[in-house]
C-alpha cells in the first residue's frame, strides 16, 4: 500500500492569474471571484497558490467557503512547495479555515469516498511535513487536536529532518501539544500503519527520541507526559548510543535525572553504546555535575562502582590521578578504598620499576651536560687568533645571536647538572613518593635541557650561517619545528607527572564523595540492637 503522506496530485494546466484575482482573495471580495468560477482551480500564483490557497493565508473564512462552493474540486491543489490550502491554514494558525477544508473533503454529497479528508491531511509536501507538522510549528493545540483526531496516523509521519509532529512538540516544551498528539495516538503497545510501530510516533533525528528532545531542554511537564505514555523510552538509545539520562546527567539537569529514575531504576546502569562505555554517574563526573552524582549515589549507590571501557571509575574519571590525598580524605571507609585502587588500563601507566626508568633519564641528562660543556669551549667561529687586544675572543662574540647561543648553553648545561644531582640525591631514598616527586622533578629539569639545548644549536648556527642568510633562515625554521614538539611534549609529561591543581570540578566531586563516604561509615557505627 502507497503511503498517502507521499501521494502527488497531478497537475493541471495552469494560467498566471490576474493581480486583481489575487487582491481579491486577499480581502475577501467574492464578487470578482464570481466572474472567475469556472477557471479558479488553474488560475495560479507565480508560486503556485491557487485562490484558496490565498484566502487560507489571509485568514478570510467566508472567501474560502464560497471558493469551495464555486470550485469544489480545489481542496486538495499543490503549490509550488508542495503544499494544499490545509497546509497554509495550520501554518497560519487558522482552525476554522482548516475545519472547512476537512468538513469540505469529508461532504458525501461530492463523490469524494470515504477517507477523503483523512487523505488530505496525510498529504506531505516537499520536506515531507503534513499540516500537523505545521501545526505544532505555530503552537496551536486545537489545531493539533483537531488534525490528530480527524488522522491519528498523522503522528507516525517523520519529515525529511527525521521529525516526528510529537518530537517538535516536546522540542518546543509545549505539553499541551503534547497531549493533543498522545490523547489520539494509539497506544505504543499496538501497531502503527504502514509496517510502523507506535512508538515511531516519537522518532526524531540522529535516531532520538521525544523523550531526548524533551531532555535537552529540561521541560519537566513534557517529560512527565512522555514517561507516562511510554516507559520504554528511557531506554533508547540515540544514533550515538547515549539515553536520556546520559544527556540529563551532562547537563546538570537534576529534576529530570530524579524523574527518570523514579520510572526505572535500572537505567543507572545503561552504558552508552559506543567506545566510552559510560554510566550516568561517569558523565556527569566528567562535566563536574556534581548534584547530579549525589543523586545518583543517593538512590543507587552500586552505580559508582561501574567502570567505563578504560577501567575507570567515577574516581578515576573526577580527578585523572591517583592523589593519595584524595584517599585519605574518604575517611575510613575500605569499600572507597577498594574502588579507587580498582585496575585502570591507561596507555599511560607508570613502569613498574621507576628507578629503571630513572637510569634512562640520568643518561640523557648526562649526555646533555656533556655535549653543552663541550660547545663552551668550541664555541661557533672559533676564536680570534690575531694579535691584538681581541685575541683569543670569540670571533662571533658580539652577535646577538651567538650571545643567545652561550646563555642557552649555560642555562642547559645548569638544567641537565641538577637532573643529575637529583637522580643522585635520590639513591639514598627509601620512600616510594617521595622517590617519584624527586625522579618527576629530575625529568621537568631534563625536558628543560633539551630545549635550551636546542635552542643554542640553532642559534650557533645561525651565527655561523649569517653570510648565507637563506640557508641560516631555513636551519632556524628546522629547529623551530622541532622546538615546538619538544615543548609539545614537555607539556603532556609535565601534565600526568604533576599533582592536581586549580581543579574546583574535581575537588567539588571529591567532597561529594566524601560527604557520602562519612555518612555511611557513621550509620555502620550505629550500635545494633539486641535482644535481652
Known amino acids: 500500500m502507497e503511503n498517502p503522506s507521499q501521494a502527488v496530485r497531478p497537475a493541471s494546466c495552469t494560467s498566471l492569474m490576474d493581480p486583481s484575482l489575487y487582491k481579491a482573495a486577499m480581502i475577501g471580495d467574492a464578487s470578482v471571484l464570481e466572474q472567475n468560477k469556472g477557471q479558479l482551480d488553474v488560475l495560479v500564483s507565480p508560486n503556485n497558490n491557487t485562490v484558496l490557497h490565498i484566502a487560507a493565508q489571509y485568514g478570510q473564512l467566508h472567501c474560502v467557503e464560497r471558493i469551495l462552493g464555486m470550485c469544489p ?39 469524494h469516498g470515504v477517507g477523503a479528508a483523512k487523505e488530505l491531511l496525510m498529504l506531505a509536501n516537499k520536506d515531507k511535513d503534513t499540516a500537523l507538522h505545521e501545526a505544532v510549528r505555530s503552537r496551536h493545540a486545537g489545531l493539533v487536536k483537531l488534525l490528530t483526531a480527524e488522522a491519528p496516523e498523522l503522528s507516525y509521519i517523520a519529515n525529511n529532518a527525521k521529525e516526528t509532529p510529537l518530537y517538535l512538540a516536546a522540542e518546543r516544551g509545549r505539553g499541551d501539544l503534547v497531549s493533543g498528539i498522545l490523547t489520539n495516538c494509539r497506544s505504543p503497545d499496538f501497531g502503527g500503519p504502514y509496517g510502523r510501530t507506535a512508538l515511531l510516533a516519537a522518532g526524531g533525528p540522529y535516531g532520538r ?67 566510552d562505555k559510560m554510566t550516568a554517574i561517569h558523565i556527569a563526573a566528567t562535566y ?41 580524605g ?103 613518593s617521595q622517590l617519584e ?60 607527572i604533576s599533582l592536581i591543581k586549580n581543579l574546583p570540578r574535581s575537588f567539588s566531586i571529591l567532597r561529594c564523595l566524601v560527604r557520602y563516604s562519612i555518612q555511611e561509615k557513621e550509620r555502620g557505627a550505629e550500635p545494633k540492637s539486641t535482644d535481652s
Request: aromatic share 8%; with cysteine.
Open 73 to 111: 474540486i480545489i481542496y486538495d491543489r499543490l503549490n509550488s512547495k508542495g503544499e494544499t490550502p490545509v497546509h497554509v491554514a495550520a501554518r497560519e494558525r487558522n482552525i476554522e479555515i482548516a475545519r472547512a477544508l476537512i468538513e469540505h473533503a469529508k461532504d458525501e454529497e461530492l463523490g
Open 209 to 275: 527520541t521525544a523523550l531526548h528532545a524533551s531532555v535537552f531542554q529540561n521541560f519537566e511537564e513534557c517529560t512527565k507526559q512522555l514517561l507516562d505514555w511510554k516507559q520504554d523510552l528511557l531506554k533508547e538509545a540515540d544514533m550515538y548510543g547515549w539515553i536520556p539520562l546520559h544527556y540529563a546527567a551532562r547537563s546538570g539537569f537534576t529534576p529530570s535525572v530524579e524523574q527518570q529514575l523514579d520510572k526505572d531504576k535500572s537505567v543507572a546502569y545503561i552504558m552508552t553504546d559506543n567506545d
Open 288 to 328: 563536574g555535575k556534581v548534584r547530579v552524582i549525589e543523586v545518583l549515589m543517593s538512590k543507587h549507590p552500586g552505580c559508582c562502582e561501574m567502570v567505563n571501557s578504560r577501567g575507570q571509575n567515577i574516581l578515576h574519571i573526577a580527578t585523572k590521578n591517583r592523589e593519595k590525598k584524595a584517599i585519605k
Open 330 to 432: 574518604l575517611g575510613a571507609n575500605t569499600s572507597w578504598r577498594n574502588i579507587f585502587n580498582m585496575n585502570t588500563v591507561r596507555a599511560d601507566q607508570v613502569p613498574k620499576d621507576i628507578r629503571k626508568a630513572a637510569d634512562t633519564h640520568l643518561i640523557v641528562a648526562a649526555l646533555i651536560a656533556t655535549v653543552t660543556f663541550a660547545a663552551g669551549f668550541t664555541v661557533p667561529g672559533g676564536l680570534d687568533g690575531n694579535q691584538g687586544p681581541n685575541q683569543g675572543l670569540a670571533v662571533f662574540a658580539r652577535k646577538a645571536a651567538f650571545q643567545t647561543f652561550a646563555i642557552t648553553d649555560t642555562v642547559a648545561m645548569m638544567f641537565s647538572t641538577c637532573a643529575i644531582i637529583i637522580h643522585f640525591a635520590a639513591t639514598n631514598s627509601e620512600d616510594k
Open 437 to 496: 616527586r624527586e625522579y618527576a622533578t629530575a625529568q621537568i629539569f631534563t625536558l628543560d635541557a633539551m630545549i635550551a639545548a636546542a635552542i643554542a644549536f640553532t642559534t650557533g648556527m645561525f651565527a655561523v650561517l649569517s653570510h648565507s642568510l637563506w640557508l641560516a633562515i631555513i636551519q632556524c625554521i628546522i629547529g623551530a619545528c622541532g622546538m615546538l614538539y619538544t615543548i609539545a611534549i614537555m607539556n603532556n609529561v609535565v601534565r600526568k
